[in-house]
Structure formats: structure tokens, C-alpha cells
């Protein structure tokens, strides 16, 4: 079964060609957010039914390295998908899958799959 998934990404057209391919994949986006902020609000609250979620590591100027950690202390799995180097992602974090953009969905897929 795939997950449901929270998409955390400030570019829409990235935003949207995620949901949209990991949704034909069978996947239930849950939840969207362009901001650091918002990612952490949605990633704290305990009434969200979420899987996994895709990380850009930088969210409207913001890194998203708190959102990450509040995902993961709920035990929701965590994908970093960027376009940064997974050599600038600290160490606290190294069990996360980091996926370079562009991705196919078979490469976000299995990083998903890792991260549950």
C-alpha cells in the first residue's frame, strides 16, 4: 500500500508534479506546504494522518531541517528531495533517503519506500 504523504516543496510546479505522479502511483497526498512554517504547523499537528513526507530542504528561504525532525519524532518516514547535495545535509540526518531533482517516480518511490 502506498502512503499518505505530506509534500513540502515552494516551487508549484515542482509541488504539483509530485502530487500528480505519486497520486497515479496510487499514493494520497494529505497535505501541502510552501513554507517552513507551515511545514512545521502541519508536521506538529497530531490529527494529521501522514505516511511520509517529501522534504525540499529549503522552504521559502527557510531550511526545512525542524519540519524534518518533527516528522521523524512522530515516526513519520522523511525523503529530502533537492536540489542541494546530500553532503550539505547534517549528520542528525543521515538515515533520511535524499533524492537530487529532477527524480523519476521509481527513484521517489523506492526513497519512500526506504524511509518507512
Known sequence: MLPRLLICEDDFLIASDLASTLSD???TIVGFAAEADKALELAQRDTMEVDA???DIR????LAYPVARALLDRGVGV?????????DVPVEFAAVPFV???AD???ILQALQLAR
Open 100 to 102: 537530487s531533482k529532477p
Open 53 to 55: 513526507a517529501i522534504l
Open 105 to 107: 517516480a521509481a527513484t
Open 79 to 87: 525523503v529530502f528531495y533537492s536540489g542541494y547535495s546530500d553532503r
Open 25 to 27: 502511483c496510487g499514493a
Open 59 to 62: 522552504l521559502g528561504g527557510e
